[in-house]
């Protein structure tokens, strides 16, 4: 089974275990922009599709779909993980096994690996990795305290466990 397959079907499974008649889906996208960019500096936009489907028969009406992406602060001895954008939005999903599609906003992550460049004529300098890297998400449907159903990357589950 390829791995990104595996990952989403691992997702699928936690969340309908743990919200009952509410799954979420969720597929990380990612787009990489690279034009003008030298070969050491990477800017990538991350944004999430996220299918929520109600197995109830009952109709979820204003229900809070919360979300967040983190990111990897890559400053040397500052090794941590962080919220870089998170959100809510007001959702209603029809019952009886129908579901909503819906895109976040796309949230640009840019960073330099370690890599050398020249000082001079037979030297060179170490340039030490900086920027945040994309590192993974969160994803909730959330009526008044209750989770109805969440979806987690295993980086971020990971990370906070």
Request: a positive charge; aromatic letters at 8%; hydrophobic letters at 35%.
């Amino acid at each position: 089974m390829n791995t990104p397959l595996a990952i989403l079907c691992s997702l699928l499974f936690a969340s309908a275990a743990s919200a009952g008649s509410v799954t979420l889906a969720v597929k990380p996208e990612v787009q990489q922009k690279s034009s003008d960019i030298t070969k050491e500096e990477y800017v990538t936009t991350h944004w999430l599709r996220v299918r929520i489907t109600n197995y109830s028969p009952v109709k979820l009406e204003g229900v809070t779909l919360k979300w967040a992406l983190y990111a990897a602060n890559l400053r040397r001895g500052a090794d941590t993980i962080s919220v870089e954008k998170s959100g809510e939005m007001k959702i209603t999903v029809d019952p009886s096994g129908r579901y909503l599609d819906i895109e976040t906003p796309k949230v640009a992550f840019d960073y330099v690996r370690t890599h050398s460049e020249r000082s001079g004529r037979r030297s060179y300098k170490l340039v030490e990795e900086s920027g945040k890297k994309y590192h993974g998400f969160h994803v909730q449907v959330v009526s008044g305290n209750d989770v109805l159903g969440e979806a987690i990357s295993e980086s971020v589950r990971k990370q906070f466990k």
